[in-house]
């Protein structure tokens, strides 16, 4: 259950595109902050630009998140198992491939 010190996460969004008022608050007062996720528990919310891209260049920080430890869902594995996953559906997402499948008629 969330705490006054650990707010639930994701926050509810009062307006379709407004960004939730708590996010905005922690964003402006307390940018790295620890919020509790529904069936995860307690996890890191870093907030702002360049706080995001220092954690998201650093090999100190993983993306699996806790709890997933072996799972084979490429969003949530750290290399050498997400290197090997894309490299086996790249060519799905490529350009290339998409522009052949609207040649043929495709979407």
Known sequence: MPTKQHPAYPFARRRAFAVPSEYAWLRENSPVARVDVPEIGLVWLVTRYDDVRKVLSDPRFGV??????????????????????????SKAFSSRYAAALRCEGHP
């Open 64 to 89: 699996e998140p806790p709890g997933r430890a072996g799972s084979n869902d490429s969003l949530f594995q750290d290399p050498p198992g997400h290197t090997r996953l894309r490299s086996l559906v």
